[in-house]
T-cell receptor, first 113, second 114 residues
Framework: AQSVSQHNHHVILSEAASLELGCNYS??????LFWYVQYPGQHLQLLLK????DPLVKGIKGFEAEFIKSKFSFNLRKPSVQWSDTAEYFC???????????WGAGTKLIIKP | EAGVTQFPSHSVIEKGQTVTLRCDPI?????LYWYRRVMGKEIKFLLH????????ESGMPNNRFLAERTGGTYSTLKVQPAELEDSGVYFC????????????FGQGTRLTVV
């Protein structure tokens, strides 16, 4: 069965540190890739998405992700995190033209001020 | 523009009772999805409506769950009778037809069955 793996369930960083959250998926066909974020008490919000084209995708709030097809990966990065980035981050995939999203388990990110 | 809204935000019910969750999608979004996150696990797909039609209900756990979308606007998800393992956060999302990408999510309903 298709699956999405997020390598870290909890990450703690200090402000200004660089961030990379790993995401790998298991599916050999065409995929659309997403990163969502859920800030405390808020709804899930789309950070960025990849469908085709440039594998380096830029999203909101200074986040970016790189699709590496050979590694089945879509890692999320931010060069310098802020306290306000404290949230839970989810990687998700949909396969071919299927509308259903398959989710990773989420990574809780805590930024120490 | 109003986002996806869900009601209630929290619900605590006893095992065996019935609960109905409601989702109002973004106006004009014909795609409506329900997802669920059980504590500590990943978010799982439940079902997908296109307007009032169930396009895919492969993720519905069992026949205690019934989703409807009469008139193709808001949707309800009823759990009857509720069991302890139904506890979790139920998310609703919507998107435009032809854009099966980046659906917009509501804030979720946290259901606790005791």
């Amino acid at each position: 069965a298709q699956s999405v793996s997020q390598h870290n369930h909890h990450v703690i960083l200090s402000e200004a540190a660089s961030l990379e959250l790993g995401c790998n998926y298991s599916y050999g066909g065409t995929v659309n890739l997403f990163w969502y974020v859920q800030y405390p008490g808020q709804h899930l919000q789309l950070l960025l998405k990849y469908f085709s084209g440039d594998p380096l995708v830029k999203g909101i709030k200074g986040f970016e992700a790189e699709f590496i097809k050979s590694k089945f990966s879509f890692n999320l990065r931010k060069p310098s995190v802020q306290w306000s980035d404290t949230a839970e981050y989810f990687c998700a995939v949909n396969l071919d033209s299927n509308y259903q999203l398959i989710w990773g388990a989420g990574t809780k990110l805590i930024i120490k001020p | 523009e109003a986002g996806v809204t869900q009601f209630p935000s929290h619900s605590v019910i006893e095992k065996g009772q019935t609960v109905t969750l409601r989702c109002d999608p973004i106006s004009g979004h014909d795609n409506l999805y329900w997802y669920r996150r059980v504590m500590g696990k990943e978010i799982k797909f439940l079902l997908h409506f296109v307007k009032e039609s169930k396009q895919d209900e492969s993720g519905m756990p069992n026949n205690r769950f019934l989703a409807e979308r009469t008139g193709g606007t808001y949707s309800t998800l009823k759990v009857q009778p509720a069991e302890l393992e139904d506890s979790g956060v139920y998310f609703c999302a919507s998107s435009q037809v032809g854009r099966p990408i980046g659906p917009f999510f509501g804030q979720g309903t946290r259901l606790t069955v005791v």
